[in-house]
């Protein structure tokens, strides 16, 4: 088997302020002769115009994908105030994009025909037969739209036994705009699908630390279409909450809400619902979807580093070392990390497991939106045995 090139996949950074020179950091950091795809996440504090022209001007008519982030993840570890991008040798991957331009009236007839042109397009490329064993799905999706679960749901239905993953864009916070890029421009109220198709192995992952307690909340009022819960337990959700965690109400923060997230069960397995904001009616807003009637258990926190030592090391123990880990990591679990003041600590193992990605608004994985996760792909250094 012939030895696989550094520039399989390479990763880089730019912590630059000016969107030009960030532009053309990584372009000279990520360029050769067979890159075929760049995937990127950058913060918000850069201006979205600015850095759009930039890219398009240092990449040229190179495809890339990207989206604002919560943070970023990279070869320092958790990182703030950055842009930091995966490159793609054509060589050993082919890479269908395609930009879904409107959340809220995506079908699934649009979901067959974006699943069926991305097919072709990596078949076309020839990197390795194009079915379940060598390919998987990245999206990347306005982290307040509100309509992830429609659309990850549908684009899950016409994707069959293809796995996905993906996150949800963020914004540091503000909750005021998040936006994915395509074709040159940032976009909001949309999505990117990424087909990745490889010659090399892989392992698409999630996980969390959490662990179910005793304790039910039974959503009584909600607003599901705008993702907020007015009582839990027929009384005001902000005091029924705040009583649970033993806290006052005006204490209620991003850290709380880290530290007591509540989840939803199905089957045997939690799915995280974390809260956004406490509103000014004593209602609260969440990441994920709610509704009237769920039933919502109270979670307590795990040992997150240990956590995530362990499910990547035991990966690595499958696959082998890996070239890249593109993770997609809840902005809360940062939240924790950071009020844990083990920032040093996450830092060193996601260096330790060549770990690149953004903090997240929402993760993906298999046509859910979850929270309070971490899910991605570890990409390893062994090409794939031909299947």
């Known amino acids: 088997m012939n030895a696989i090139p550094p520039s399989a996949v390479i990763t880089a950074f730019s912590d630059a302020r000016d969107e030009r020179l960030a532009a053309r950091d990584l372009a000279q950091k990520l360029r050769h002769d067979n890159l075929g795809c760049v995937l990127f996440f950058c ?62 009236g995506f079908s699934l007839a649009d979901a067959q025909q974006l699943t069926d042109s991305l097919l072709c397009e990596c078949r076309a490329a020839s990197v390795a037969r194009v079915d379940a064993d060598n390919t998987f799905v990245l999206t990347l999706l306005d982290g307040l739209s509100v309509n992830e679960e429609l659309v990850l749901a549908t684009l899950n239905s016409a994707l069959g036994s293809i796995t996905s993953l993906g996150g949800s864009a963020g914004d540091d916070y503000r909750l005021s705009g998040t936006y994915v890029y395509s074709d040159g421009a940032f976009h909001s109220n949309a999505a990117m699908v990424l087909m990745i198709n490889s010659a090399l192995d892989f392992e698409v992952f999630s996980f969390h630390h959490l662990r179910p307690a005793t304790v039910k909340l039974v959503v009584t009022a909600a607003d599901a279409e705008r993702r907020v819960v007015q009582e839990l337990n027929a009384e005001p959700a902000a005091e029924a909450y705040a009583r649970l965690v033993g806290v006052p109400v005006a204490e209620l923060d991003d850290v709380v809400f880290a530290r007591y997230p509540l989840a939803v069960r199905i089957n045997k397995d939690y799915y995280a619902r974390s809260i956004q904001r406490v509103n000014d009616d004593l209602s609260l807003s969440f990441y994920c979807a709610v509704e009237n009637g769920i039933v919502l258990t109270a979670m307590h926190t795990g040992l997150i580093l240990d956590e995530l030592d362990q499910t990547l090391s035991d990966i690595e123990e499958r696959l082998g070392p890996a070239w890249v880990t593109l993770g997609c990591d809840c902005c809360l679990r940062r939240q924790e990390i950071e009020a844990d003041g083990t920032v040093d600590q996450a830092s060193a193992l996601l260096r330790r497991h060549s770990v690149v990605g953004f903090n997240t608004y929402g993760e993906q994985f298999n046509g859910m939106h979850i929270n309070q996760t971490m899910t991605g792909v570890a990409i390893g250094r062994r090409q794939r045995s031909r299947r």
């Open 43 to 104: 913060s918000i504090d850069y201006r979205l115009d600015r850095l759009a022209g930039a890219l398009a001007e240092a990449f040229g008519d190179l495809p890339l994908c990207g989206c604002t982030s919560a943070g970023e993840i990279t070869s320092r570890g958790y990182d703030s105030g950055t842009i930091v991008a995966i490159g793609f040798d054509r060589r050993f991957f082919s890479v269908g994009a395609r930009l879904i331009e409107r959340l809220d």
